[in-house]
């Protein structure tokens, strides 16, 4: 997006594809966030038979 705004006014064309991608941009982060919340705080245990997750 800085870098489109360095380039100069955008088309009409730009505009459009700017606006209708921002919502999917939003909801793509919003997922990723929301994954990487699940993720803290879970255990995370070795498979039977390993002692270590080094080699």
């Known amino acids: 997006m800085e870098a ?3 380039q100069g006014p ?3 064309e730009q505009e ?4 209708e991608l921002q919502p999917k941009v939003v909801h ?3 997922k990723k966030k929301e994954s990487a919340a699940s993720l803290i705080g879970r255990e ?3 498979p039977p038979g ?3 997750w080094r080699s």
């Open 10 to 12: 955008l088309t009409v």
């Open 50 to 52: 390993l002692r270590s």
């Open 16 to 19: 459009a594809e700017l606006a």
């Open 28 to 30: 793509r982060k919003q």
């Open 44 to 46: 995370w245990r070795l």
């Open 4 to 6: 489109l705004k360095e």
